[in-house]
């Protein structure tokens, strides 16, 4: 079962690399990736994954990354995070300022 598994997000990473416009880097940690058993592919279209912690995000964040690959080298290795697709929010939804007509009360 577990081969089975392993294969099928094989050909789930293939499909990113056609959906997703990838940078050199990216493209790198893809093709050395897929030497390993993957255990789970995540991707979002909002909000994002942190990057030191590999947490999901709802909200946009200065830095966000948009797939989480989680994987192990040996069948007796830790499982290892790596992030891909790394995405600067749009600071206009990162930061709510007052609109021109509210008022706002000075400190006397």
Known sequence: MQKVKSLGL??????LKEKYDFNNLDL?????????QIKSICCTTDGG?????GEFYTEERTLN?????VYQRTPNSTLETVLLKA???D???????????IKLNKAV
């Open 87 to 89: 995405e600067e929010a």
């Open 10 to 15: 094989r050909k789930r990473l293939k499909q």
């Open 65 to 69: 990354f948009k797939i989480k690959i």
């Open 49 to 53: 994954f942190d990057k030191n912690t």
């Open 28 to 36: 790198q940690i893809l093709k050395k990736v897929q030497n390993y």
């Open 91 to 101: 600071h206009e939804h990162l930061f709510r300022f007052p609109e021109d007509d």
